[in-house]
């Protein structure tokens, strides 16, 4: 059903840098439609992380950025803490169905 | 504090209609500034965007084409609330259920408030 494809995991030690990347095609990403980011502790509901391909709302720490280029876009976590261990997901808009689709995920384990 | 407050059976009948509600507090269903959205995840499905209803100067009602023939969100300016009804529902419809807001950026919307979500199994 996701349009988007991400990589289903990614692990990294305390302090290290992990990228998750998010592919899309012509329709979505490389049509333009911006890309949003979202977290999702165990549990508990997405939440907001980057809107816009790089923003950070408020409360957000600047450990988390986004970059999009193409068709794909990318969310990195700089000096990755235990707290961060999550699913990942990216959102963006399709003009071929015509509505918003959601990436297929990715789990970050902190090692 | 802007809250969405979710309500509605957890359990639905095969080929019966799937009703939740969304209630708004520090917001108004009405804004011209945000969008009412249904999203459901599940284990097979991920997640998926079902549809929106948002105000600007006139109601708009936008769904996802997967669900188009079977779904109607509506707005509750009385109650301040929206809603989702999902027709003719299967097993493959069992998922949790999330209301959210979306703000609008660039091209394309966000969401940027949800739900705690509702988890609705489809079963007889």
């Known amino acids: 059903q996701s349009v988007l494809t991400q990589p289903p995991s990614v692990s990294g030690a305390p302090g290290q840098r992990v990228t998750i990347s998010c592919t899309g095609s012509t329709s979505n990403i490389g049509a333009n439609y911006d890309v949003h980011w979202y977290q999702q502790l165990p549990g508990t509901a997405p939440k907001l992380l980057i809107y816009g391909n790089s923003n950070r709302p408020s409360g957000v720490p600047d450990r988390f950025s986004g970059s999009k280029s193409g068709t794909s876009a990318s969310l990195a976590i700089t000096g990755l803490q235990a707290e961060d261990e999550a699913d990942y997901y990216c959102q963006s808009y399709d003009n071929s169905l015509t509505g918003y689709v959601f990436g297929t995920g990715t789990k970050v384990t902190v090692l | 504090q802007v809250q969405l407050e979710q309500s509605g059976p957890g359990l639905v009948e095969p080929s019966q209609t799937l009703s939740l509600t969304c209630a708004i507090s520090?917001?108004?269903?009405?804004?011209?500034?945000?969008?009412w959205n249904w999203i459901r995840q599940s284990p097979s499905r991920g997640l998926e965007w079902l549809g929106r209803?948002?105000?600007?100067?006139?109601?708009?009602?936008h769904y996802a084409v997967s669900v188009k023939s079977r779904i109607t969100i509506n707005p509750d300016t009385s109650k301040n609330q929206f809603s989702l009804q999902l027709n003719s529902v299967t097993p493959e419809d069992t998922a949790v259920y999330y209301c959210?807001?979306?703000?609008?950026w660039g091209l394309g919307w966000y969401f940027d408030l949800w739900g705690r979500g509702t988890l609705v199994t489809v079963s007889s």
């Open positions: 959210v807001r979306g703000g609008e």
């Open positions: 209803t948002y105000y600007k100067s006139k109601w708009y009602h």
């Open positions: 520090g917001d108004s269903v009405s804004s011209n500034s945000g969008a």
